[in-house]
């Protein structure tokens, strides 16, 4: 099950009992933001896309969508976001449930500006009934990213 492998990494680090496992199901930004008690904007959603290089993540807030233009500008290529089996196959997540941490290897993440303005978020912990109170600093470190990008826009 996904999200032992990421209460395992959590373990390690001293920061497991961070982990939110509410019965309420978080698939979705507004249904995590229910049963985390948060508002949508502060779910850390994971976007997986697929570029020449390989897979990257895109955690981003959950009030802004991907900006093309812009993730093209950063990137250099367009936004081809995987499918539902290709984000299993390749993060080792389902879609609902996508994190940015203990990824199957290879896989780049990137963490949005959108996260900045807050001081606490709400990442997936890796499963659709989950996540994990960081701070973006902390999510930035502890997913291992790439860098801060801006590559999202209001919807």
């Not at 680090?13 to 496992?21: F, K, P």
């Not at 930004?29 to 570029?51: H, M, N, Q, Y």
């Not at 500008?73 to 081809?80: C, T």
């Amino acid at each position: 099950m996904a999200i032992e492998q990421v209460r395992e990494y959590f373990r390690k680090l001293g920061l497991a009992e961070r982990i939110i496992e509410p019965e309420q199901p978080t698939p979705t930004v507004e249904l995590a933001a229910g049963a985390l008690g948060t508002e949508p904007s502060r779910i850390a959603k994971s976007l997986a896309f697929s570029l020449k290089s390989g897979v990257i993540i895109i955690v981003a807030a959950g009030d802004v969508r991907i900006d093309n233009a812009a993730f093209k500008a950063v990137f250099g290529e367009k936004a081809r976001m995987l499918s539902a089996e290709e984000t299993l196959e390749k993060t080792g997540y389902a879609v609902g449930g996508v994190c940015p941490f203990a990824l199957k290897g290879g896989i780049r993440v990137y963490t949005d500006s959108s996260l900045k303005r807050f001081d606490t978020v709400y990442p997936s912990a890796g499963n659709d009934h989950s996540g994990i109170r960081l701070s973006p600093d902390e999510l930035y470190v502890l997913s291992g990213a790439s860098g801060w990008v801006s590559v999202t826009r209001e919807k």
